[in-house]
C-alpha cells in the first residue's frame, strides 16, 4: 500500500503506546490525587502489550490496523481505561475503513467516531471531567484548522495548544464520572489524569509530525 | 470450610471439563475461552444464544446449554465476570447468519465485557445484538449494579428465546419475546448463609445465627435488609409481598412460578417454600400454570432460596412448553 492511511495509524498508535508507558509515574500521580492511582499504572502495561505484539498486528488496511489495536488495548489494558480506550480505537478504524489515504477531514471523523464511542461507552460527556474534556476541545480546534486550510504540522501544534489549555481547565471542575467522582467536590482543584493524558500525547504526535514533516 | 476441591485456580476448568465429558456429542468444551458450546452450533437458521456471567451459579448457565436453551455459555472466574475477550471470541465462533444474541445479567463488570465483545465481534462483521435481564425487586442500584440485578428469572428469558430461534425466529423477533418475558418477569432472594468461594476458603460475608439477608444478589451482596429468621410460611409471604406488588400480578393472572435454591438448600425446603407460595397465589386468585422447584441460579453453597413470578400469556407459555434439552436433565 502506498498511501498515508497506514503508516500514519501506525505512527499515531506507536506514539500513544511509548507516551503510555513513559509517563506512567505521572499519569498515575495525577489519578491518585482523586481516583486509585491505578490509571498510569493500567495504561503502561495495556500499551506494554501493544508494543510486544507490534509485528503481529494486522496491517491490511489502516481501519484494520486500528481496530486490532484497539481490541488489545479493550482486552490488556485494565479498570475502565481498557473498554474506552479501547473503543476510541475500534471507532476510529470503523471510519478509517480500507482507505489508503486519509485527508485532515476524514482524521477529523475519525475522533468524533472515538468521542461518540467512548461517550457512549462511559455513558458520559463533555463537563463530567473526563479525558473528553480534552479530546473534544482538541478535535474542534483540529477541524477549525483543516477547515481553514492548515496543513498538518500546522493543524496539530495548534490542536495540542487546545488540548492543554483544556485539560489545565479541568482543575475548575467536578468530576461526575469515574472513580474520582467518588470524592464529588474534593475533585475540584485537580486536574484530571485522562484530560491531562490527551494533552501530553497531541503534544507529543504534534512533535513527532513537526520533525519528521508531512510524509503523512 | 470443606471443599471438593484440587487446586482452587483450576476449579472452573475441572468443572467444564466435566460438564463436556458427561455429555459427549452433545456438548464441546474451548479451554480457551471457558466455553462450553452445542456440537451442533452454530447454524445458518438459527438466532445464536449465548450467555456468560460470573462461574458459582451453575447450573447456569453452562449446564443450560443444549437443544432449546442455550447454544454456548463462556462464563468467567467464580464471580467474576467473563474476560471480554472470551465474549469476543465466543461470538466469532457462535456467529451465524441470522446473528448472535448475548444474553447478560445486569452486573456492571459483566455489561462492559459484554458491550466491548460485542462492538469487537461488530468489527469483525459479526451481526450480535445484547439482551440485559433484570429480574430482581429487591434494590434499585447494589453494590455491582446500576439499575436492577439479573438474577434467576434469567431461566425464563433463556427458555422462551431458545425455544423461539428453535423455531427459525429472527433476530427481532428473538430480541422482542426475550425483552417482553424480561419485563413480566420478577424476582427476590433471601439468604440464610453466606457462601465460600473456593480460592478464598471462608465465607464471603457474616450472617448471625438468627439473621438472613432478604433480597440478597447471587453473590451474596446486600439487598433490602438484615432481618431476624421467621417460619418459613411467614418468610414466603414477605417474598411474596415484594414480588407480587412489583409488577404488579393482579387477581386473573395466569403465572409461572419458581423456587430456586442458592446451592446449599435441601429440595425438600424448596417445596415447602412452594407450597405456601402456590396456596397464598391461589387465595390471591392468581393461577399457577407452570411451575418450577429446583437449583437453576446458584450462589455456591449459600444457604437460601429466590422466589420468581412470571405473568404468562399464550404465546409464553407455548414457548415455554416446547421441548428442550440441557445438559442437567430430571429423568
Known sequence: MSGNALPGAERV????????????????????????GDFGYSL???FEKVLEGWDDIDRTDAGTFLKRSGMIIASRVGGTSG???GTAFLRAGAVAGTAPDLTGEQVVAMLRAAIEGIKARGRSDVGDKTLLDA?????????????GGADAEKALRAAAVAAREAADATGAMVAKRGRASYTGERSRGSVDAGAVAVAVLTERISETWQTRGATS | MKKFVNDPKNYVAEMLEGVALANPGKLKYVPAYNLIMRTD????????????????HEPAHVMAVGRGMLDAACPG????????????????????AKGVLLLVNNYTG?????????????????????LTIDDDVAV?????????????????????????????ADMDEVLRIGRKVNDVTRTIGVALTACTPPAKGSPLFELGADEIEFGVGIHGEPGRERRKIKDADAIVDDMLEAVVTDLPYQSGDRVALMINGLGGTPISELYLLYRHAHRRLADRNITVARSYVNEYCTSLDMAGASLTLVRLDDEITTLLEAPAEAAVRIF
Open chain 1, 13 to 36: 498508535v506507536r506514539i500513544i503506546a511509548e507516551t503510555a508507558i513513559a509517563n506512567e509515574k505521572y499519569f498515575g500521580d495525577l489519578d491518585s490525587v482523586v481516583g486509585d
Open chain 1, 44 to 46: 503502561a502495561r495495556g
Open chain 1, 83 to 85: 473498554p474506552l480506550w
Open chain 1, 135 to 147: 479530546l473534544v476541545p482538541m478535535t474542534d480546534r483540529l477541524e477549525q484548522e483543516f477547515s
Open chain 2, 41 to 56: 452450533a452454530p447454524r445458518d437458521d438459527k438466532v445464536s444464544i449465548v450467555q456468560g456471567s460470573g462461574s458459582g
Open chain 2, 77 to 96: 472466574d467464580v464471580f467474576a465476570a467473563p474476560p471480554m475477550d472470551y465474549v469476543y471470541e465466543t461470538a466469532k465462533l457462535l456467529a451465524s
Open chain 2, 110 to 130: 459483566d455489561r462492559m465485557a459484554f458491550d466491548m465483545g460485542k462492538e469487537m465481534a461488530e468489527a469483525d462483521g459479526v451481526r450480535a445484538e445484547i
Open chain 2, 140 to 168: 434499585q442500584d447494589s453494590t455491582y449494579t446500576v439499575g436492577r440485578r439479573g438474577v434467576a428469572g434469567n431461566f425464563f428469558v433463556i427458555k422462551a428465546v431458545g425455544a423461539a430461534s428453535e423455531q427459525g
